[in-house]
């Protein structure tokens, strides 16, 4: 019995000897492991510039050089440059966190006044091609793998729709053979006749395949690149596409040059240093917002979850004090872009960031396949697909809503109005 119950499965299906053997390579050898900087066939290449500029300096920053003077200099300046952002993530800048709270509420109010906008994720696969240590979607994981059908797909927008959410955010796991480009642009065609603004977190794609998508009515794309630090991504992802990790970071420049109107940005916060991966991802969205001015950009500020069938990697601790504190540094250095706290974090800590520097939540959340229904109307739903991750904040659509408002915020649920 004990055998059996260290076997491990792919779609449903015990893995062959062969497999098996493979796994056991992919995690002892790494000389068994493909090249995560170099390109595989038929994946587009850009220009590197930006790449590698924000590799160059997070491996360059210092953190522990910064002092309690460089921290007041910036907070003192109407507009910070990239070193009083460094110093502004130093520990130098921790005892100044309610200085720094008091400096992003006022960048917030003066950007975004007091509105908060609301949005709903939709998974519709977890099938996922990728070895990703960390992620409860990956390939070898022993979970119920689904995809939903066009049927369903239609079913769970409608539940949806009827909530009063007006954004979705389309999110799929990583398997271009079982989510095909064509499979995730119908899904678009099905969330615009639900939803006002259609929002992807899937797979990276090339320029061709982000026009393709775009035509088929989302806008919006957010890609996770997990870790900045390349030698730490290397270690974190053992297989597939995901484990190359310049075709990842370039995804949404891709993603622009294919039309979109916008892109998301993050990082897994507690895979490596979340110091360093607060500093690239703020400098990757810094560098863009240059060469693409008029794009519109938002940072997500995860930590790492709980997932199925795993006793989990070491996170290194990044407490909500510290999650507060990047935050802070976001707004302050960006204080034109977005900031999104996803259902990951509590009720309590949502409540309060909303007022300080975050612009965005999700609600009535689920990371399961087909799911929604039962979310919303309380009952058995049988047949769905197993979540990526552990939630910390449940609230529905309506609890939410009414919640921020009690809190003196303005929900919205659309910001965006398309003419012509």
Not at 46 to 69: G, L, W
Not at 305 to 326: F, S, W, Y
Not at 343 to 357: L, Q
Request: charged fraction near 30%; charge should be negative.
């Amino acid at each position: 019995m004990e055998e059996q119950k260290n076997q491990f499965f792919v779609d449903g299906k015990q893995l062959s000897e062969a497999a098996l053997k493979r796994k056991h390579e992919l995690e002892n050898n790494p000389e068994s492991r493909t090249d995560p900087m170099k390109f595989m066939p038929g994946m587009d290449r850009i220009d590197p510039a930006i790449r590698n500029t924000v590799i160059d300096q997070m491996n360059s920053y210092d953190y522990n050089k910064y002092t309690d003077m460089d921290v007041r200099r910036a907070l003192r300046k109407r507009r910070i440059d990239i070193e009083d952002f460094k110093a502004l993530l130093s520990p130098a800048a921790f005892p100044h966190l309610n200085e720094m709270a008091e400096r992003a509420r006022y960048d917030t109010a003066r950007q975004f006044g007091n509105t908060v906008y609301m949005f709903t994720p939709l998974y519709i696969a977890n099938y996922c091609e990728n070895y990703c240590i960390y992620c409860g979607f990956n390939c070898y994981n022993d979970i119920h793998r689904k995809q939903l059908d066009k049927d369903e797909i239609r079913h769970e927008m409608e539940v949806i729709a009827d909530t009063g959410i007006e954004e979705i955010l389309i999110l799929t796991g990583e398997s271009k053979k079982r989510s095909s480009v064509e499979y995730i642009g119908e899904a678009c065609k099905l969330a615009k006749e639900y939803f006002r603004n259609v929002s992807l977190e899937v797979y990276p794609g090339n320029i061709d395949d982000y026009k393709y998508w775009h035509e088929c009515g989302a806008d919006y794309v957010t890609v996770f690149q997990e870790t900045y630090d390349a030698k730490k991504y290397e270690t974190l992802h053992l297989l597939g596409h995901k484990r190359i990790f310049p075709y990842r970071f370039e995804a949404q420049e891709r993603a622009l040059l294919g039309g979109m109107r916008g892109v998301g940005f993050s990082a897994l916060l507690g895979l490596s240093d979340f110091r360093k991966d607060a500093l690239a991802t703020g400098l990757h969205v810094y560098y863009l917002q240059r060469k693409y001015p008029w794009a519109e950009y938002s940072l997500s500020c995860p930590r790492l979850r709980p997932i199925i069938n795993n006793e989990k990697i070491n996170p290194l601790d990044v407490g909500e004090a510290q999650l507060t504190q990047i935050l802070c540094a976001y707004r302050i250095f960006l204080p034109f872009a977005g900031i999104v706290v996803s259902s990951r974090e509590t009720k309590r800590f949502r409540n309060g960031i909303v007022k300080i520097a975050a612009t965005k939540v999700s609600a009535g959340v689920s990371t399961g396949i087909g799911d929604h229904e039962a979310k919303y109307t309380h009952t058995e739903e049988k047949g769905t697909g197993d979540e990526q991750f552990e939630i910390a904040d449940t609230r529905s659509f309506d609890s939410m809503y009414s919640d921020l408002s009690d809190e003196g915020m303005q929900p919205v649920t659309n910001d965006y109005v398309y003419v012509g």
